[in-house]
Antibody, heavy 122, light 111 residues
Framework: QVTLKESGPALVKPTQTLTLTCTVS??????????MSWIRQPPGKALEWLARVDWDDDKYYTTSLKTRLTVSKDTSKNQVVLTMTNMDPADTATYYCARIYSRTSDWHFDLWGRGTLVTVSS | QPVLTQPPSVSGAPGQSVTISCTGT?????????VHWYRQLPGTAPQLLIHANNNRPSGVPDRFFGSKSGASASLAISGLQPEDESDYYC???????????FGTGTKVTVL
């Protein structure tokens, strides 16, 4: 069964570093063409793409948060990891892990995890 | 912050049709990059509804129709049903930002 499952702390304090893990089942992160992303959604607001890591370890970040984000893979555990430094209450959101389908000009998110809600508060 | 603009809400009676617009710019939809649509029920993850402008994944009824023209796209829902009540988001790629962009989201209400 092909699934994504996010995990991490539900509550972090301002200025702390957030680490989220996406555990992938049903396919390998090292298979050619596999691209994974992190997307977040503040309560009641729109979706925002954060970062992407590819099977060959290429990495991409949203410009506005680039200095605070790091995305990586743990291939031994088939997991994708996102770290975000200097957390702020404005970073309170549900964080989703998603797989990117890519073929010619068709690049969309075809598989999503259930998401994990992270609240930033002292 | 979202790059693509959608109406906040649309509504219609059961059986009627509604259309959701998604307006972008020359660096995303007009570039032209494909537009994709997702449906999101409260408390759940988004689910792919339309990909590459007008392609429905297996299981999505043909009541959902996507189209694109210039720097804008639309999602039409015909024969509105109570279970269509949801939030809908468009998504594309923006080369000037170097990343994926989403719409502001539209809440569909079935009257």
């Amino acid at each position: 069964q092909v699934t994504l499952k996010e995990s991490g702390p539900a509550l972090v304090k301002p200025t702390q570093t957030l680490t989220l893990t996406c555990t992938v089942s049903g396919f390998s992160l090292t298979s050619t063409g596999v691209r994974m992303s992190w997307i977040r959604q503040p309560p009641g607001k729109a979706l925002e793409w954060l970062a992407r890591v590819d099977w060959d370890d290429d990495k991409y970040y949203t410009t506005s948060l680039k200095t605070r984000l790091t995305v990586s893979k743990d291939t031994s555990k088939n997991q994708v990891v996102l770290t975000m430094t200097n957390m702020d209450p404005a970073d309170t959101a549900t964080y989703y892990c998603a797989r990117i389908y890519s073929r010619t000009s068709d690049w969309h998110f075809d598989l999503w995890g259930r998401g994990t809600l992270v609240t930033v508060s002292s | 912050q979202p790059v693509l603009t959608q109406p906040p809400s649309v509504s219609g009676a059961p059986g009627q049709s509604v259309t959701i617009s998604c307006t972008g710019t020359s660096s995303n939809i007009g570039a032209p990059y494909d537009v994709h649509w997702y449906r999101q029920l409260p408390g759940t993850a988004p689910q792919l509804l339309i990909h590459a402008n007008n392609n429905r994944p297996s299981g999505v009824p043909d009541r959902f129709f996507g189209s694109k023209s210039g720097a804008s796209a639309s999602l039409a829902i015909s024969g509105l049903q109570p279970e269509d009540e949801s939030d809908y988001y468009c998504q594309s790629y923006d080369y000037s930002l170097g990343g994926y962009v989403f719409g502001t989201g539209t809440k569909v209400t079935v009257l």
